[in-house]
């Protein structure tokens, strides 16, 4: 099964004032001109990677991760995504963050998790619609 892998192609000096993070894995900095090592830096991590893990990338404009994305694309990577600058690509994280949430709220009795319904303490509702109009503002923000 394919992993998910979220890295940010500025330079060391930009990542030490702070990565993006998210749930979908832990940031790693990949300078854009030395992305063709992504596999060696993720070996020495003890991470094995393959063509086919989800690879998202972000930069400060969008303008380093478009040509890191090129480049792992010519590389063989199947299922690259470039999320673009830092402020943009921290929407789409947090959107996408805020909807796995929502699904597994959602979904979670499939899961033997329990699942607070409108009457279990009377605030199941409105618990859902602030759920709803928060994701519905962040997709405005795009």
Same mark, same amino acid.
């Given at each position: 099964?394919?992993? /998910?892998?979220?890295?940010?192609?500025?330079?060391?000096?930009?990542?030490?004032?702070?990565? !993006?993070?998210?749930?979908? %894995?832990?940031?790693?900095?990949?300078?854009?001109?030395?992305?063709?090592?992504? @596999?060696?830096?993720? @070996?020495?991590?003890?991470? %094995?990677? +393959?063509? *086919?893990?989800?690879?998202?990338?972000?930069?400060?404009? $969008?303008?380093?991760?478009?040509? %890191?994305?090129? =480049?792992? /694309? /010519?590389? $063989? &990577? +199947?299922?690259?995504?470039?999320? #673009? #600058? &830092? /402020?943009? %690509? =921290?929407?789409? !994280?947090?959107?996408?963050?805020?909807?796995?949430?929502?699904?597994?709220? !959602?979904?979670?009795?499939?899961?033997?998790?329990?699942?607070?319904? *409108?009457?279990?303490?009377?605030? $199941?509702?409105?618990?859902?619609?602030?759920?709803?109009?928060?994701?519905?503002? !962040?997709? @405005?923000?795009?």
């Amino acid at each position: 099964m394919p992993q /998910e892998l979220l890295i940010d192609v500025r330079s060391p000096l930009e990542f030490s004032t702070g990565p !993006l993070v998210s749930d979908i %894995a832990p940031t790693v900095n990949i300078e854009y001109t030395h992305i063709d090592s992504l @596999a060696d830096i993720y @070996a020495q991590q003890h991470i %094995a990677v +393959s063509k *086919d893990d989800h690879i998202t990338l972000y930069c400060r404009s $969008g303008r380093r991760s478009g040509i %890191a994305k090129q =480049r792992l /694309e /010519e590389l $063989g &990577f +199947s299922n690259v995504r470039d999320i #673009g #600058g &830092f /402020e943009e %690509a =921290r929407r789409v !994280l947090d959107r996408e963050m805020v909807g796995r949430q929502i699904e597994e709220g !959602l979904g979670g009795e499939e899961k033997g998790e329990r699942v607070v319904r *409108d009457d279990d303490d009377g605030r $199941g509702g409105a618990r859902r619609e602030g759920l709803e109009r928060l994701l519905k503002g !962040l997709e @405005a923000c795009d």
